[in-house]
């Protein structure tokens, strides 16, 4: 097979598993999706669409619920980025006369000038390029574009200027239009594999009802029915239409209770937003400005009580809750602190990263083979009373920690630094059961180590998945006083530390 026939059926299944992974929930009553079409909308936005119950839509970067979203996909067998050029240049969509720029302003003249919350994602596994001035005026988290960012100088002659003018050249509008029209683009990077894509969608199909395919067989049936339909005339589907034909395909399992999904998030996941998927979703995201909160007394005045308000909630109405939390880390610290060990219910986590699992405390017997903590203390000061953890399980943290610690927190005297014994990674912990227990090894050893008897604050600072996080805000009553920090990932601020929140809230 040539390379082209290759990149042709690699994106074939690339689209399909993204209309399965919309088009599915249409199977869940709870979810907001009312129709999914497939090759059904206008030209070059015409892959997919999704169109959401009215005022329960994602949210948009002012605020406003997404009506309706056009996604293009494009898929590449190697990897490769792309700039704010490339979107007016017909070749990069292997065109001869339209750009991608000109029929996305094409699909929103038809369906969203009037000012309606539509939005025109293109989702491709080809990422923005870092020095390009698109990559400053994209959401790190939304992939919106940010209309106050290209528009936050006068002239023409600055980077987001050039922006501009070439923009408004290319489509013949004036700045009042583009500001409109930009303001519903947006850019999605589908970094996981194919494979991630079908354990995505084996998960969801186990919650809606569907037959599952076993991961050994090669052949994914999945991939190929969509088309089928397509060349059918079955291009729309809401949740009857799309029941139905999945029963007429054999494609219904047996009916199995499935589990209640609670979401949280401070941030949306640029494909799987939570909202399509969960029976309920605590949103945090326009407290913040992309990662950073607008407010940093909102960590203990706002968010962290409706964060126990919502998931003592969840308890109640569920023996088993599952948890999706695509949040900041102080926010999977604190709801492990809500959700703690003796409000008597075991919380099922969904984990993302390296593949998406779901975890619990019980999912395995534990395995002496699994990697340990190896704990190193790092002595700056003996006379100083307080101490610093910096959880280093995904990468080593130490020496930024260190360096936050000697310039910012002068009552730190010692930093303690747990990391796995493989080495720290992000396949070092093996599942709920793994991270549960060294989560309770860790909070043990800190309570041994600190001065929490006497009324002094721990200092914690963690690299790790959230799932980890959330077991060991479990243990906060074990530990005692414990402020956390968030670390700029982005780069926006100062590439450093920042404290977030203080438990317990007093």
């Not at 994106?11 to 497939?38: E, H």
């Not at 409109?180 to 186990?206: C, H, I, K, N, P």
């Not at 002595?379 to 260190?402: G, K, L, P, W, Y």
Request: with cysteine; charged share 25%.
């Amino acid at each position: 097979m040539t390379q082209a026939n290759t990149a042709r059926r690699e994106g074939d299944d690339f689209q399909a598993r993204q209309f399965w992974l919309r088009a599915g929930r249409l199977l869940d009553a709870d979810s907001p999706i009312l129709r999914v079409g497939f090759e059904s909308g206008p030209r070059s936005y015409d892959d997919i669409w999704v169109e959401y119950e009215s005022g329960r839509g994602p949210r948009t970067l002012d605020g406003r619920t997404l009506s309706r979203e056009h996604i293009q996909c494009k898929w590449h067998v190697s990897p490769g980025s792309y700039g704010y050029r490339e979107l007016i240049d017909p070749a990069f969509i292997n065109a001869d006369k339209q750009s991608l720029l000109q029929r996305a302003h094409g699909a929103h003249l038809t369906h969203a000038a009037s000012g309606e919350p539509v939005q025109f994602t293109l989702l491709t596994n080809w990422h923005p390029d870092r020095a390009d001035p698109l990559r400053t005026v994209m959401g790190t988290r939304s992939g919106a574009i940010r209309v106050d960012r290209l528009f936050d100088t006068k002239t023409d002659k600055s980077k987001t200027g050039t922006v501009r003018k070439e923009w408004r050249e290319h489509l013949a509008l004036d700045d009042a239009s583009l500001r409109q029209f930009v303001g519903t683009l947006a850019f999605g990077m589908a970094t996981d594999s194919l494979d991630s894509y079908r354990e995505q969608l084996d998960m969801l199909f186990a919650y809606v009802g569907l037959r599952r395919i076993p991961a050994h067989e090669s052949a994914f049936p999945y991939d190929d029915v969509v088309y089928k339909w397509l060349g059918q005339g079955r291009l729309e589907f809401d949740r009857a239409s799309f029941r139905r034909v999945c029963a007429q395909e054999g494609l219904v399992a047996e009916g199995k209770p499935r589990p209640i999904v609670y979401g949280v998030k401070s941030f949306t996941h640029a494909v799987d937003r939570l909202e399509d998927r969960c029976a309920r979703v605590l949103d945090f995201v326009p407290e913040f400005d992309e990662r950073y909160i607008r407010d940093e007394t909102e960590w203990t005045i706002a968010l962290y009580p409706a964060l126990k308000t919502f998931l003592l909630q969840a308890a109640q109405d569920s023996e088993r809750p599952r948890l999706a939390l695509d949040t900041h880390t102080t926010l999977a610290f604190a709801a492990g602190s809500v959700l703690n060990t003796k409000i008597g219910r075991i919380v099922e986590l969904e984990q993302r990263s390296p593949v998406r699992q779901i975890w619990a405390a019980d999912d395995a017997e534990w395995n002496p083979a699994w990697p340990d903590l190896e704990l190193k203390e790092i002595i700056i000061d003996a006379s100083r009373q307080e101490m610093a953890v910096a959880v280093a399980i995904t990468h080593n943290i130490a020496s930024d920690v260190r360096a936050y610690v000697e310039r910012s927190l002068p009552q730190v005297g010692r930093i303690l630094v747990a990391g796995p014994s493989v080495g720290a990674s992000p396949n070092a912990i093996v599942n709920g059961r793994h991270a549960f227990e060294l989560a309770r090894s860790l909070a043990a050893e800190v309570k041994s180590r600190s001065s929490a008897a006497s009324g002094k604050t721990t200092h914690l600072f963690i690299a790790g998945p959230n799932a980890l996080t959330f077991y060991l805000g479990q243990q906060q009553l074990v530990m005692g006083r414990v402020c956390l920090y968030e670390y700029d990932f982005d780069g926006g601020q100062d590439r450093s530390y920042k404290s977030s929140l203080t438990l317990p809230v007093i």
